[in-house]
């Protein structure tokens, strides 16, 4: 295939001619078989039989004037068929009115040619109708190309974006090895949350397929700050002095400065990291307006960080630590609807009360230990025994 010439003639094109005349069908056979594939059906049921199966026409001529199906209706049940809708089909016809031609080209033929023919004429217009196939086949083929490549490389990006930021939240899971599966856990916590909450009148602009998808990426990070952190008080095993948890609530300033910092080095922001800023800097702040790094107060907290904050709490609540052990999850959920109103947007607790079962689902499934596993489990069967 040429610019000249777009047609590839190592593979002859197949011409259907459908006619109910044999002379018709013997005179179009022989001015055709030396440039094209012929195969030919003398009505209308015939040349639908054939189109239907596996070997499809480059091209139909076809005649109007039939017994049992006319061409009408052949080329509606041609265009009607997802399949066959893009096969050009030139109506070859002793009707020769204008209005017959506009007819037939408003049925969605290609062009419209009448009897007697003129062979050079015949020909000129058939290849001109394959060469505007085998240009909109062309043009087709890429653009599905396109569309897989472009999907492919959104995969791509998006798996990029999760390994980026598992590869970030579990480099400060490192630097605290009690935390265990606190980075998934409350991942899959946000998660629910924000599909339980997604039609609330108060969430729902925010909550959208889009929002909820990065808030499920961006949540691993809500501790990141915790690698500048140092040792002595990240790992200490008992209760922080006044000193040292003031220090320790740098932790949150640091995560979204780190990741503003990187998005600096990039020279522009990103856009899944604009949650994962949010999440860092505000999951502490308390809804009363007591919480820290600015004591920012209710609906000025970010969604985001209001879902977290929830999410984060709970699961520190039921997981054991060097200096505790964890907290039944009825008991914990209890503590979280105590604080209903000043700790926490008062709305996140209630969605979070009605998912307590999933909530210990999420638990279990991602257990620190087989202890653990074996502790949880047993939860989350007595929650589903008393509901």
């Keep these: ?13 197949t011409i259907l001619v459908v006619d109910d005349t044999p002379d018709n069908l013997t005179l179009m056979s022989a001015l055709l078989k030396d440039t094209y594939k012929v195969k030919v059906a003398n009505n209308g049921e015939k040349a639908l039989k054939y189109v239907q199966g596996d070997s ?4 139909i001529l076809l005649d109007i004037m039939m017994p049992g199906l006319s061409g009408y209706d052949v080329i509606k049940e041609l265009k009607s068929n997802e399949d066959t809708k893009r096969i050009p089909v ?10 017959d031609e506009k007819i037939g080209l408003d ?6 040619i009448t009897k007697p023919i003129s062979p050079p004429v015949v020909m000129s217009r058939v290849r001109t109708q394959l060469e505007n196939k085998a240009a909109a086949d062309f043009l087709r083929d890429q653009n ?9 490389r959104t995969r791509e990006l998006s798996a990029i974006q999760d390994v980026t930021i598992l590869a970030m939240a579990s480099l400060a899971e490192t630097r605290d090895s009690d935390t265990g599966n606190h980075i998934r856990r409350t991942q899959f916590y946000v998660k629910l949350l924000a599909e339980k909450l997604r039609h609330h009148p108060r969430f729902s ?33 008992g209760r922080f002095t006044d000193d040292e948890f003031a220090i320790m609530k740098t932790h949150a300033a640091l995560g979204r400065d780190a990741i503003v910092s990187a998005e600096r080095q990039l020279g522009m922001e990103v856009d899944f990291l604009r949650v994962a800023k949010e999440i860092a800097y505000c999951h502490h702040e308390k809804w009363d307006g007591t919480g820290y790094p600015e004591g920012t107060k209710g ?45 926490f947007d008062p ?41």
Excluded: C
């Design 347 to 387: 709305d996140v607790v209630d969605a979070a009360e009605l998912l307590l079962a999933e909530f210990a689902d999420i638990a279990t499934r991602f257990a620190d230990s087989d202890a653990d596993l074996i502790a949880k489990d047993k939860q989350l069967q007595l929650l589903k025994e008393q509901m």
């Design 56 to 59: 499809k026409p480059d091209l």
């Design 107 to 112: 049925m969605g033929a290609a062009d419209y």
């Design 205 to 237: 602009n925010y909550l959208t397929d889009y929002n909820i998808d990065m808030l499920f990426k961006s949540a691993p990070l809500h501790d990141i700050g915790k690698v500048g952190i140092a040792d002595r008080i990240l790992l200490k095993p």
């Design 1 to 13: 295939m040429t610019a000249t010439n777009p047609l590839d003639f190592t593979t002859k094109p």
């Design 299 to 343: 609906d000025a907290i970010p969604i985001s960080a209001r879902l977290m904050a929830v999410a984060d709490v709970y699961d520190a609540l039921i997981s054991r630590r060097i200096y505790k052990e964890g907290m039944p999850q009825a008991k914990a959920m209890g503590i979280i609807k105590e604080g209903r109103g000043t700790h």
């Design 90 to 99: 030139i109506f070859l016809t002793a009707m020769s009115s204008s209005d």
């Design 144 to 152: 599905t190309f396109l569309e897989q490549e472009v999907a492919k």
